[in-house]
């Protein structure tokens, strides 16, 4: 899978049930849960928790190494 596929799947599964696609959602706020786990707050009053573990541990560029030691992540 090319790398622009994998972040239009990470980003369908993210905004999946998050309603009003014509409204610019901003997260407010950010909660870590555990391991990569992180709730959303979101500008509409939605919340979400996303895992982003494949998305990190995809990544290959320099400034993503770090976060894929969960330590560092949190």
């Given amino acids: 899978m090319e790398p622009n596929s994998k972040?239009?799947?990470?980003w369908k599964n993210f905004t999946a049930g998050l309603g009003d696609k014509?409204?610019?959602l901003n997260i407010i706020k950010a909660e870590y849960i555990n391991e990569y786990n992180v709730k959303l707050f979101f500008n509409d009053?939605?919340?979400k928790t996303v895992d982003?573990?494949?998305?990190?541990?995809?990544?290959?560029h320099p400034f993503f190494q770090p976060l894929k030691q969960v330590d560092n992540f949190r």
């Fill in 7 to 10: 972040w239009r799947s990470f």
């Fill in 22 to 24: 014509d409204m610019i």
């Fill in 45 to 47: 009053g939605l919340e």
């Fill in 52 to 60: 982003l573990k494949d998305y990190i541990q995809s990544k290959k």
